[in-house]
């Protein structure tokens, strides 16, 4: 059967109670199949390194996380967004949410602007995973940016792909810009409330107001307005 | 959500698919945003020497009747006089934030050209607009995003008002009844640039009964891109 894989003939004795039309001896030989494994290969790692840059004026961006996942999405645009999400969304914290794929790695400390950071991350033998990626703009109540399962497939070892992401409400908590409920360092609000108030779906960011715009019960100024986009990633595959 | 099928076109094509450049399309729209309204949406596709509008040229009144009100009857006829095929209005009616609606077409030969055009809510002439795209004749999924133009037909005041060609103020229909403020004294938002432009957004207030302005600052201003057009060729 040399057509089946992952199959080793082997050589047995087997007992007189085998089959009886065979000769006079008390021990026979037959072939029989048996399934062997196969020798484990060594896994071979598959690494990516993702830079993020902060592309705004007065937003902190939290940690980011990135996930690699092999179906499905962590989060849509019109979807629910998850607990986990909420939580980076609103408080900047990914614990939750780097539990949620086959590999992740989480960012050391935020990015202030102008700045960027590198993470990486290696999955083994997977090289079309898909890679999502979630920050929070630290001075806003629920707003974050990233990346929602890229096929990482379309990177052989060396090649880069950079994009520029713009900014998303989870729509869980309402844009009031209260030095309450903003926890970045403008105000130092709470975090996450596990209340949702808002729209409840995940969508395009309308942008802070401020006070200095019109929004009297804003904690944020002018430094704080973002345009998109407000992250540049990139991404390159290692190995 | 009812595709509009270009039945009898269809019909013709199959027989003469070989020599046909028609395709087999499928238009879906998608509101991006957190908290605007398109009005019913028109996609078109057309020969490329049509244009329902242009950034930089004065708006057709077919074009301020659909910026101005969410009609999309003048839209129909300047498609129907140019021989377009039409995907009309595939959410039946307003499409809320984040939802999609979507349409197929088969494309009569020669019109090679997509374009698409719904009014955005609340605002008194703001759109979101694709112009003149040009169908990939390969077979696959291709996505574009939508900003927000603004028609230059009328100034932004941001008050309630009227939907009609010419006349001040935006539209209200029952969604957002509820959701805009009244008694603004008027945002002095009238156009520099009378020609169709990059929407500068809603400036909106935080009053509900005064302020400059009936549109919510925290939930009626947008950042572009607004929309996301995907069309599947087959």
């Known amino acids: 059967m040399p057509s089946i894989k992952n199959y080793q003939k082997a050589l047995l004795i087997a007992l007189p ?11 026979r030989e037959v072939i029989v199949e048996v399934e062997v494994p196969a020798p484990v290969p060594t896994p071979v790692d598959v690494s990516y390194e993702v830079t993020v840059t902060n592309l705004t004026n007065g937003q902190p961006v939290s940690p980011p996380a990135i996930v690699l996942h092999t179906e499905g999405t962590l989060w849509a645009l019109g979807e629910v967004p998850s607990v986990a999400l909420e939580r980076i969304a609103e408080e900047g914290t990914s614990d939750e949410f780097l539990t949620l794929g086959t590999v992740s790695a989480g960012g050391d400390g935020p990015i202030t602007p102008g700045n960027n950071q590198t993470i990486s991350v290696t999955i083994q033998d997977i090289t079309n995973a898909k890679l999502t990626i979630a920050a929070m703009l630290g001075n806003t109540n629920d707003t974050f940016s990233g990346l929602s399962a890229w096929d990482l497939s379309q990177l052989e070892v060396g090649d880069s792909w950079t994009t520029n992401s713009p900014a998303y409400d989870a729509g869980t908590e ?59 990633i990139k991404i390159t595959r290692t190995e | 959500m009812k595709p509009i099928n270009i039945l009898s076109a269809a019909a013709v094509l199959a027989l003469t698919s ?66 377009a095929d039409m995907i009309s209005n595939p959410a039946g009616g307003l499409l809320a934030p984040t939802m999609k609606a979507s349409g197929d077409l088969m494309t009569t030969d020669g019109n090679l050209m997509l374009s698409v055009v719904a009014m955005v809510l609340p605002s008194n002439d703001g759109f979101m607009g694709l112009d003149n795209w040009e169908l990939p004749t390969e077979a696959g999924t291709y996505t574009v995003y939508l900003n927000a133009y603004d028609a ?28 805009l403020g009244t ?5 002095a938002g009238a156009d520099s640039n009378a020609t169709v432009h990059i929407h500068r957004g809603n400036i909106g207030d935080d009053s509900l009964t005064d302020g400059k302005s009936d549109v919510n600052n925290t939930v009626h201003r947008w950042l572009n891109p607004v929309a996301k057009v995907t069309v599947t060729v087959r």
């Open chain 2, 183 to 187: 008694g603004g004294s008027g945002v």
């Open chain 2, 152 to 179: 230059g037909t009328e100034a932004n005041d941001e008050l309630r008002g009227s939907g009609a060609p010419g006349m001040p103020g935006m539209p209200v229909p029952p969604p957002l009844d509820p959701l």
């Open chain 1, 17 to 27: 109670l085998a089959l009886s039309a065979c000769g006079d001896d008390d021990t």
């Open chain 1, 174 to 232: 309402k844009n009031t810009e209260s030095a309450e409920t903003v926890p970045g360092p403008a105000t130092g609000g709470e975090g996450f409330n596990p209340t949702r108030d808002d729209t409840g779906f995940i969508s395009m960011h309308p942008g802070v107001v401020s006070a200095d715009d019109g929004l009297s019960t804003s904690a944020l100024t002018v430094d704080h307005k973002f345009d998109n986009p407000v992250i540049r």
């Open chain 2, 18 to 83: 070989q020599q046909s450049l028609a395709a087999d399309i499928t238009v879906e729209v998608q509101n991006l945003t957190h908290g605007l309204y398109f009005t019913p949406i028109a996609a078109v596709v057309h020969a490329p020497d049509v244009s329902l509008f242009e950034v930089g040229e004065a708006a057709s009144t077919e074009l301020q009747m659909m910026a101005e009100g969410g009609s999309i009857d003048g839209i129909t006829t300047v498609a129907n006089a140019a021989s």
